[in-house]
C-alpha cells in the first residue's frame, strides 16, 4: 500500500458526461501528479500541483481540468467525455516538488460507453 | 520535447539475467528513473540515477551514460513474480517526469 488513495476505482459513464476523480496523497506529502494509461500505453502525465499551486503541465486536453485543495487532496475533472477518454487515471504523490520517487495510487478505471 | 524508447517485449527464463535498454532525448535532463507496473496495478519505484554509473540494488541494477543519453535496468536471478512491465523515465525541463511506453518482462519457468 503506497498510502495514495484514489476513488472510484471504477467509473462507468457515458459520452459527454462529466467525471471527478479524486486523489488524496500521503500524508505529509504537497505534490500531487494525474497520469492517464490507456490500453498497452505507457503514463501519460497530465498535470502536477505542489501545494495547491499548479506546478507543471503535460498534454492535457482543454476538457480536463484539476485542483489541489488546501488539505492537499486532488480532484481530476473530465468533461464531455469521449469513447477516446477511456483508460487509467493515476494519481501519485511525493514529498517535494521536484522529487524523482513518486508514489502511485492504485487508479481509477474509467470506462466511457 | 522528450522522449523515451524501450523494447515493447522481453522474454527470459527463471534464474537467468535481463536488461532493459531505455535510451532518452530530452532538453534538460535531471536523471533517469524505473518503475515497476504489475498487471494494471500501481506502479512502483525501482531506482533512479542522477550520474553515470550502476546502481545496485539488491537483484535490480540501473545504468546511466548521460553522453550517450542511454540506461538499462538489470534484473538478476530472475523469478516468476518479475513478471511485469517496466518504465523508464526521465525528469527533464520544468521538472515533468515523464515515462516511455514501457517494456513487457515475461518470465517462463
Known amino acids: 500500500d503506497s498510502g495514495v488513495t484514489q476513488t472510484p476505482k471504477h467509473l462507468i459513464t457515458a459520452t459527454g458526461q462529466r467525471v471527478t476523480l479524486r486523489c488524496s496523497p500521503r500524508?505529509?506529502?504537497?505534490?500531487v501528479y494525474w497520469y492517464q494509461q490507456s490500453l498497452d500505453q505507457g503514463l501519460q502525465f497530465l498535470i502536477q500541483?505542489?501545494?495547491?499551486?499548479?506546478?507543471a503541465k503535460g498534454n492535457i486536453l482543454e476538457r480536463f481540468s484539476a485542483q489541489q485543495f488546501p488539505d492537499l487532496h486532488s480532484e481530476l475533472n473530465l468533461s464531455s467525455l469521449e469513447l477516446g477518454d477511456s483508460a487509467l487515471y493515476f494519481c501519485?504523490?511525493?514529498?517535494?516538488?521536484?522529487?524523482?520517487?513518486?508514489?502511485f495510487g492504485s487508479g481509477t478505471q474509467l470506462s466511457v460507453l | 520535447g522528450q522522449s523515451l524508447e524501450q523494447p515493447s517485449e522481453v522474454t527470459a527464463v527463471e534464474g537467468a539475467i535481463v536488461q532493459i535498454n531505455c535510451t532518452y532525448q530530452t532538453s534538460g535532463f535531471y536523471g533517469l528513473s524505473w518503475y515497476q507496473q504489475h498487471d494494471g496495478g500501481a506502479p512502483t519505484f525501482l531506482s533512479y540515477?542522477?550520474?553515470?554509473g550502476l546502481e545496485e540494488t539488491g537483484r535490480f541494477s540501473s545504468f546511466l551514460s548521460r553522453s550517450d543519453s542511454y540506461g538499462y535496468l538489470l534484473l538478476q536471478e530472475l523469478q516468476m513474480k518479475d513478471s511485469a512491465s517496466y518504465f523508464c523515465?526521465?525528469?527533464?525541463?520544468?521538472?515533468?517526469?515523464?515515462f516511455g511506453q514501457g517494456t513487457e518482462l515475461s518470465v517462463k519457468p
Open positions: 501519485a504523490s511525493s514529498g517535494g516538488d521536484r522529487d524523482e520517487k513518486l508514489f
Open positions: 523515465a526521465v525528469k527533464g525541463q520544468g521538472g515533468k517526469l515523464i
Open positions: 500541483y505542489y501545494n495547491g499551486e499548479e506546478r
Open positions: 540515477n542522477a550520474l553515470d
Open positions: 500524508s505529509g506529502d504537497l505534490s
